[in-house]
């Protein structure tokens, strides 16, 4: 058996590694083209999504994609179903951070902490807070019940903040995919943490931005296509809603000259909330040898994906 593995996770993976197999251990983007044919297995994870995708087109024996990434919506999932190849996500790898970032982004926004910083940066003393939102007794609208919404609700709960979770298949207190648009006044947050699919692309549009409270705050930790930015824009700018905090934008990176940078209620934190931990590459190497396991004992895999649906 050939597997294909990224080099910073070696130390993590190659002590448990079974005896009898072929391991590549690529360090750029070319290695990883240059290794990939011939491998059963493949772990192709890079920076730039087009690498990733090179590399896939060069994996022509491959049987098994792991990625630490929760999103695929970069993967030529079309190819991969007709391949045969069996897809499992990183989901749950960067929950933990994610939900914190969130939390993160709803208290810089409700005190005000942006203009905190900017005023010690020009050595000036506030006599005022900017911002006096107190979180406890909001409410906030989490569309996607996976392990990120899960834990954003269970954080949310220390600061009483009530919390509905959207769900395509919703439990009891739920709300389900046609239920929250009807919805969307009662809410100070809307979290959106759903995956990239042809069903969620630009689900939050102009009408229900317009459905939202005015003082509302839109938080994106998923994907920047499951906005349509445009009209995001145009309600920041004319205030129709509070604020946005946009870990995701589209695209990626957002150009210098982009006018999210400039609106004082946009908060652009350049996708950084899952790398903002130092156990990724360990959570992702402990989830990976669970699954080398499983697989070759012909055992179903953890966070196999649904290439039909997209997660």
């Known amino acids: 058996m050939i597997l294909v593995l990224p080099a910073p996770a070696r130390p993590l993976l190659e002590p448990h590694l079974p005896d009898g197999m072929e391991t590549r251990w690529f360090a750029s983007a070319e290695d990883a083209c240059a290794m990939a044919p011939g491998a059963e ?27 630490i990434y ?12 007709h391949r045969g190849v069996t897809v499992t996500n990183g989901a749950g ?12 982004g709803m208290l810089t926004i ?5 203009e905190v910083v900017r005023a010690q940066d020009r050595h ?32 949310l709960a220390a600061f009483d903040v009530g919390v509905a979770i959207v769900r395509r298949r919703p439990g009891a207190g739920e709300l389900g995919p046609d ?30 931005l317009d459905a939202m409270k005015p003082d509302a705050v839109l938080i994106n930790i998923a994907r920047g ?36 940078w400039a609106l004082p209620n946009a908060h652009v934190t350049m996708h950084l909330s899952g790398q903002s931990q130092s156990k ?18 012909g055992e179903p895999l953890i966070n196999a994906v649904d290439l039909d649906l997209g997660y």
């Open 225 to 260: 296509s499951v906005v349509d930015q445009d009209a995001l824009v145009s309600a920041l700018a004319a205030n129709r809603i509070g604020a946005a905090f946009l870990d995701v934008t589209t695209p990626e990176p957002l150009p210098s000259d982009h006018p999210l």
């Open 280 to 297: 990724m590459f360990q959570r992702g190497a402990r989830l990976f040898l669970d699954n080398l396991a499983r697989y070759r004992a």
């Open 179 to 208: 239920e929250w648009r009807d919805r969307l006044a009662e809410f100070d947050w809307v979290i959106l943490a759903v995956p990239a699919t042809d069903e969620t692309w630009h689900m939050i549009g102009a009408a229900e």
């Open 70 to 81: 929760a999103g695929i919506d970069w993967m030529p999932k079309g190819k991969l179903a």
């Open 41 to 67: 297995v493949g772990w192709l994870d890079m920076y730039e999504a087009s690498d990733m995708v090179a590399a896939l087109e060069r994996a022509d024996a491959l049987k098994w994609l792991n990625t």
């Open 110 to 114: 409700a005190k005000g902490y942006r």
């Open 124 to 155: 000036e003393w506030l006599r005022s807070p900017p911002g006096r939102l107190e979180l406890a007794g909001t409410r906030a609208l989490v569309l996607g019940g996976g392990a990120i919404g899960s834990l954003v609700q269970t954080r």
């Open 93 to 104: 790898i960067n929950a933990i951070t994610i939900a914190e970032y969130v939390v993160m």
